[in-house]
């Protein structure tokens, strides 16, 4: 086994930072997140490889929260449009946890397959190498493994870190995790160490069979009801690992500007509503509606898994309290209308 | 699958704006072009995004591919076609696809089509019916009824009291909401202008298109008249923004019109939520 004790991390962010961008969870004022290294200041920044799931996802290195796509110079018969182009420095992610990386594996779903391509996604992605802190002790509102996470392999990641005793375990899965292997080399020891024995989930719901449910209760009253509290903020979209819908927009100075995309939400009024003023969404019941049927039912028609890695970010941060475990036991409770 | 021959899907090519035709007081058809030829070519159904760059993009279905344009017949509702339709031949739009599935051409061959309009919505059924008459063979009897609120907002008026009552074993029903002096033609709905006419269904396919209410109304129509879910075709619309099944926004179920759709056969539609 690799091994290396924990006052030699910052080292090993330090050495894999000569060659990438290493994204490291830290505790930035109010606010926890990835951070580039490059921007850390120790007298500001705290970093938290022990916390579980920082506050804000790490899907805006992959999809940035805005992005610019292509700028234009509309000069009448002039008109020119220039690509952006897409910074390939490789970047490292590194201490993000089980449900996050599953986030990013759902992504690639999106992104990447079913008949287009995203190259603005594709050119971040590739770039990107993840090094996973597998979660031996799962926190207050996690609840990954009910939505099928391996807590302790995160599959998409190329190197797993597991903390022992004094350290972490470095386990490397793929081609990318063996080229920041032989970086840091020299930092890690051979030994054989004890794993810890994983802590049980406090909460856990029961997914199977919801997405079938789901089919005979689009127009059941619970949606009413449960979407009552919702102020439709959209809070939950913005920290959720998984959700990626995105908006489209313009920004310019007479005829010369640029088109970029922003992350959007299902939660929003505007998210639907068509030139002419139809919005086949309208009422905040549907939009409630659209987006637990998208992460529970609509999703797994389509990829074959609930668009929930059960990170419980939309738990903690809703101002209301909708709670998704909630959610998920009051659809088996329901009993269909017609 | 994708016929989208760009390197990057989300970015436009450059088109010229060659021909703008007046088609009623707030309907224009715009005739593109990108090098005398076309940016890509299409299927008829197929939808693309049109932007004026500054001002926005829209997605707007392809009412007709000729050899060196493609031509594109727009209502003006919201910003971008209220600018849209301030411009002049010779203006630079921009302008990426196709998206979509398309009207199944190669499944309708040998059958007899029923195409029913209303409004805009005949921009759409125009590649089709555009289409069966160049294939003429391809195609049994055509019969088209449509109709709008008044004989000004009447798309295509040339092609449909002229062109196309001309070609070959077909029908041309056109009907308006209200009587008006300068119209001595039907006076009436759509819908009830199609159950008037009681077109048989045997070996029909119908294909509808207008405002959703119009839709509505013709579903039960053809319903009554016997007509098969799987012998009726409509296209759906939503808002979009990407058109490559990646924003979101488009869903109908866990379809996305942008990809899935926009034209759904009526067996389809039944399958999914009713947010259509």
């Known amino acids: 086994m690799k091994f290396f004790k924990k006052g030699q991390i910052e080292k090993i962010v330090e050495r894999l930072a000569e060659k990438a961008d290493v994204f490291v969870p830290m505790l930035r004022g109010q606010q926890s997140g990835f951070f580039s290294w490059k921007s850390y200041d120790e007298n500001y920044d705290d970093i938290i490889f022990d916390l579980l799931n920082v506050y804000s996802p790490p899907k805006n290195i992959i999809l940035p929260q805005t992005e610019k796509m292509y700028s234009f110079d509309q000069q009448g018969q002039e008109t020119i449009i220039k690509p952006e182009e897409i910074p390939v420095e490789p970047k490292v992610i590194f201490g993000i946890r089980s449900c996050d990386v599953k986030a990013i594996e759902y992504m690639d779903e999106v992104f990447l397959t079913r008949t287009f391509v995203d190259e603005y996604y594709k050119a971040r992605r590739d770039q990107v190498a993840i090094v996973a802190n597998a979660c031996y002790n799962p926190g207050t509102n996690c609840f990954c493994k009910s939505m099928g996470v391996d807590h302790l392999n995160p599959e998409a990641a190329d190197v797993i870190l597991r903390e022992v005793e004094n350290g972490y375990v470095w386990e490397s899965k793929t081609d990318k995790g063996d080229i920041l292997t032989k970086q840091v080399e020299d930092l890690l020891e051979d030994q054989e160490v004890e794993l810890y024995q994983p802590n049980r989930f406090v909460r856990k719901v029961n997914y199977d069979g919801v997405a079938e449910k789901l089919k005979d209760l689009f127009d059941h009253p619970m949606w009413e009801r449960y979407s009552d509290p919702c102020q439709t903020c959209g809070i939950c979209t913005y920290m959720c690992p998984t959700c990626y819908c995105f908006d489209v927009q313009v920004k310019n100075w007479g005829d010369e500007g640029y088109r970029f995309r922003c992350w959007d939400s299902c939660m929003y009024r505007e998210y639907t509503l068509m030139a002419g003023g139809h919005n086949p969404r309208e009422a905040a019941k549907e939009r409630f509606r659209n987006r637990f049927l998208h992460k529970l039912q609509f999703f797994n028609e389509r990829y074959g898994t609930p668009l929930c890695t059960g990170c419980g970010r939309c738990i903690v941060t809703c101002p209301a309290g909708v709670d998704i475990i909630r959610m998920i036991e009051l659809i088996k409770e329901a009993e269909p209308s017609v | ?276």
Not at chain 2, 115 to 131: E, H, Q, T, V, W
Not at chain 2, 226 to 241: C, G, N, P
Request: aromatic share 10%.
């Open chain 2, 1 to 276: 699958m994708s016929n989208c021959s760009c390197e990057n899907p989300l970015v436009p090519q450059i088109v010229e704006v060659i021909k703008i035709v007046e088609e009623t007081p707030d309907v224009k058809t715009f005739y593109v072009q990108k090098d005398n030829g076309v940016p890509f070519d299409v299927m008829p159904g197929q939808l693309a995004m049109v932007s004026l760059l500054p001002t926005g993009e829209g997605m707007f279905s392809v009412s007709w591919q000729e050899d060196d344009h493609l031509q594109f017949a727009i209502k003006r509702v919201g910003v971008m076609t209220d600018e849209l339709h301030t411009i002049d031949v010779g203006q630079r739009l921009g302008v990426r696809g196709p998206y979509g599935n398309g009207f199944p051409v190669e499944k309708c061959k040998g059958r007899d089509m029923l195409f029913i309009g209303g409004g805009i919505g005949l921009a759409p059924l125009r590649s089709f019916i555009k289409y069966c008459f160049k294939h003429r063979e391809d195609y049994g009897k055509i019969t088209i009824i449509y109709g709008s609120r008044s004989y000004d907002d009447l798309c295509f008026k040339e092609e449909l009291f002229e062109k196309w009552p001309q070609e070959k074993d077909t029908q041309v029903y056109v009907t308006i909401d209200n009587a008006e002096e300068k119209w001595d033609g039907h006076v009436g709905y759509v819908p009830a202008y199609l159950e008037e006419l009681n077109p048989d269904p045997q070996n029909t396919i119908a294909v509808t298109c207008g405002p959703p209410i119009m839709i509505k109304f013709v579903l039960q129509a053809l319903e009554k008249m016997r007509f098969s879910d799987e012998q009726v075709i409509t296209t759906l619309e939503m808002r979009m923004k990407c058109g490559i099944g990646k924003c979101g926004r488009c869903n109908i179920g866990s379809e996305y019109i942008c990809l899935d759709g926009p034209v759904f056969d009526l067996a389809q539609l039944r399958k999914l939520p009713p947010e259509w």
